[in-house]
């Protein structure tokens, strides 16, 4: 009996055939997340991103104590800014932003124990007060401000830029599972031109997110008008972690073939670093390794930086380091989003 065909000697083939191509398949995964390995492994950014979850934690303490936060039915909260996107130091700010999407509009009176509540947390945990006043704190409710996309109330009640962040850089602090729908709610309105075919593109949430870089770079130039110094933070913010936040969600965008709202919201889910290995990952060049090694290296000078220096009294040789390594993370960016993957048809877009 030749040997290939005894029973034994098949299954043994069979086996040796499933192994390697196992083998093959576990390859091409490891080949293809090479990016997402070189950002698991970075020493700074896993430091930032391990003190980021533990204060989540705590927060999380917080706000599951019914004796110290008042939650109104069907209201989520998340928080945005370093601990969103889990780049934190020890002294980062506390940004914290509620969505509803309660079909009866909460009372004035549920809505003043909630917010005094948070403001207890913030003190509890010593954080600082809420920025701008506490201009953000308050609940948004999501079928109530359906209507406001695309409007000029967009930015009037300051919807625009809670989504976009509720989007690009958040982590939930209560009901993960609300948390979620609620981004659901809000994606759908980026798929309301969909229909049964191929070619739809998410070119309206495309817009929405080169629409919220450029009003950060707009809002930027009004900082600089006022009287405080506080121009050269935000300068320093855009350069490097507004950057990242946009353009780490464009890339995986412009290069995934079929979006839609499922694959988004598995997107955002992840911090913007995470994004941006994610679409790097896809584009599948090796070339760009040293480079996204430089840019994790640049991302977490800046970090270290804003973490124990006043961006209002740097010396010069590290206001000018600074500077040098801005147009660098700039440079991979733009070098990644104009990768000959990205298609043509994205690349215009990008620009005009």
């Given at each position: 009996?030749?040997?290939v065909?005894?029973?034994?000697?098949?299954?043994l083939?069979?086996?040796?055939?499933?192994?390697?191509?196992?083998?093959?398949?576990m390859?091409?995964?490891?080949?293809?997340?090479?990016?997402?390995?070189?950002?698991?492994?970075?020493?700074?950014?896993?430091?930032?991103q391990?003190?980021?979850?533990q204060?989540i934690?705590?927060?999380?303490?917080?706000?599951?104590?019914?004796?110290?936060?008042?939650?109104?039915?069907?209201?989520?909260?998340?928080?945005?800014?370093?601990?969103?996107?889990?780049?934190?130091g020890?002294?980062?700010?506390?940004?914290?932003?509620?969505?509803?999407?309660?079909e009866?509009?909460?009372?004035?009176?549920?809505?003043?124990?909630?917010?005094?509540?948070?403001?207890?947390?913030y003190?509890?945990?010593?954080?600082?007060?809420?920025?701008?006043?506490?201009e953000?704190?308050?609940i948004?409710?999501?079928?109530?401000h359906?209507?406001?996309?695309?409007?000029?109330?967009?930015?009037?009640v300051?919807?625009f830029?809670?989504?976009?962040?509720?989007?690009?850089?958040?982590k939930?602090?209560t009901?993960?599972?609300?948390y979620?729908?609620h981004?659901?709610?809000?994606?759908?309105?980026?798929?309301?031109?969909?229909?049964?075919?191929?070619?739809?593109?998410?070119?309206?949430?495309?817009?929405?997110l080169?629409?919220f870089?450029?009003?950060?770079?707009l809002?930027?130039?009004?900082?600089?008008?006022g009287?405080t110094?506080?121009?050269?933070?935000r300068?320093?913010n855009?350069k490097?972690?507004?950057?990242?936040?946009?353009?780490?969600?464009?890339?995986?965008?412009?290069?995934?073939?079929?979006?839609?709202?499922?694959?988004?919201?598995?997107?955002?889910?992840?911090?913007?670093?995470e994004?941006?290995a994610?679409?790097?990952?896809?584009?599948?060049?090796a070339?760009?390794?040293?480079?996204?090694?430089?840019?994790?290296?640049?991302?977490?000078?800046f970090?270290?930086?804003?973490e124990?220096?006043d961006?209002n009294?740097?010396?010069?040789p590290?206001r000018?380091a600074?500077?040098?390594?801005?147009?660098?993370?700039?440079?991979?960016?733009?070098?990644?989003?104009?990768?000959?993957?990205?298609?043509?048809?994205?690349r215009?877009?990008?620009?005009?």
């Amino acid at each position: 009996m030749p040997w290939v065909s005894h029973p034994r000697h098949f299954l043994l083939r069979r086996h040796i055939v499933f192994i390697i191509q196992l083998f093959e398949r576990m390859m091409r995964l490891m080949r293809n997340s090479v990016y997402s390995v070189i950002l698991s492994q970075h020493q700074g950014i896993g430091r930032r991103q391990g003190l980021s979850t533990q204060k989540i934690d705590a927060l999380k303490r917080e706000f599951s104590n019914p004796a110290k936060f008042t939650n109104p039915s069907e209201t989520s909260v998340f928080v945005a800014g370093s601990l969103g996107r889990h780049d934190s130091g020890e002294n980062s700010d506390l940004d914290l932003f509620l969505t509803s999407s309660a079909e009866v509009p909460i009372s004035h009176l549920d809505n003043v124990k909630c917010l005094a509540s948070i403001l207890g947390v913030y003190e509890e945990l010593g954080y600082g007060q809420p920025s701008n006043d506490g201009e953000f704190l308050k609940i948004f409710n999501i079928p109530q401000h359906e209507s406001c996309v695309g409007s000029a109330r967009d930015d009037g009640v300051n919807w625009f830029t809670v989504r976009m962040l509720m989007l690009l850089e958040s982590k939930p602090l209560t009901d993960p599972q609300l948390y979620r729908r609620h981004k659901e709610e809000i994606l759908k309105f980026y798929f309301r031109d969909r229909d049964n075919g191929s070619q739809f593109k998410p070119l309206f949430l495309l817009n929405d997110l080169l629409r919220f870089w450029r009003t950060l770079c707009l809002n930027y130039e009004n900082a600089r008008s006022g009287p405080t110094r506080s121009w050269k933070k935000r300068n320093f913010n855009l350069k490097f972690s507004r950057m990242l936040t946009a353009f780490s969600t464009v890339l995986p965008m412009v290069l995934q073939s079929h979006v839609n709202q499922e694959w988004l919201l598995d997107l955002t889910e992840k911090t913007p670093l995470e994004r941006l290995a994610v679409g790097l990952d896809m584009l599948d060049d090796a070339q760009l390794s040293r480079g996204f090694t430089i840019f994790l290296d640049d991302y977490e000078f800046f970090l270290h930086t804003k973490e124990y220096q006043d961006f209002n009294l740097l010396d010069d040789p590290t206001r000018m380091a600074l500077n040098d390594k801005a147009g660098q993370v700039s440079s991979f960016l733009f070098s990644a989003l104009h990768h000959p993957s990205v298609s043509p048809e994205y690349r215009q877009y990008l620009v005009i």
